[in-house]
T-cell receptor
């Protein structure tokens, strides 16, 4: 069964500081990996995705993530956080075949940004 | 291109009632999935529809059902509502069921907030 672990429930960083959100996954085959962001009362916005190829993927809003197969990790990073980045971040894993593509989400990491 | 739309955005119901939620996918997307988001259980997959047929199903009781129309719009129904059904229900659409990255990127709507009293 597929699963996602986000070990940090809540993280606080100062504006301008760097950020790393951790994500570990379990999946029996080639995973598709995603990071989504959710602002209060809103739906999910896709930040970036990994399907194959280059293990460092770039996303929107200056985010990047690195896929490490040996560690089953897909950590999200941003070199300099802005106050508008405060939100909840979800890592998700999905299958590579059409019918197996339901997303399994982690429990989320709530990011607070102090000024 | 318009995004995924969900109606209504907010609903208040009482225990025992039933409710129907609606989702219109992005134009050209033929697959619609539904997810439930609660503080306790997080985001959980309910089911996926493609070509008016349920193709994938999560671990929810039979009170949760859905359907898809020929224009790819989808509805989700919850019967005999329980307090625990209070949640944000999210709909996501993708192009199709074929494998590969092109078909596997899911786009989410803003959700319907259901409160059961």
């Amino acid at each position: 069964a597929q699963s996602v672990t986000q070990p940090d429930i809540h993280i606080t960083v100062s504006e301008g500081a760097s950020l790393e959100l951790r994500c570990n996954y379990s999946y029996g085959a080639t995973p598709y990996l995603f990071w989504y962001v959710q602002s209060p009362g809103q739906g999910l916005q896709l930040l970036l995705k990994y399907f194959s190829g280059d293990t460092l993927v770039q996303g929107i809003k200056g985010f990047e993530a690195e896929f490490k197969r040996s560690q089953s990790s897909f950590n999200l990073r941003k070199p300099s956080v802005h106050w508008s980045d405060a939100a909840e971040y979800f890592c998700a894993v999905g299958g590579s075949t059409g019918t197996a593509s339901k997303l399994t989400f982690g429990t989320g990491t709530r990011l607070q940004v102090t000024l | 291109k318009a995004g995924v739309t969900q109606t209504p955005r907010y609903l208040i119901k009482t225990r025992g009632q039933q409710v129907t939620l609606s989702c219109s996918p992005i134009s050209g997307h033929r697959s619609v999935s539904w997810y439930q988001q609660t503080p306790g259980q997080g985001l959980q997959f309910l089911f996926e529809y493609f070509s008016e047929t349920q193709r994938n199903k999560g671990n929810f009781p039979g009170r949760f059902s859905g359907r898809q129309f020929s224009n790819s719009r989808s509805e989700m129904n919850v019967s005999t509502l329980e307090l625990g059904d209070s949640a944000l229900y999210l709909c996501a659409s993708r192009i199709g069921l074929a494998g590969g990255p092109f078909n596997n990127e899911q786009f989410f709507g803003p959700g319907t907030r259901l409160t059961v009293l």
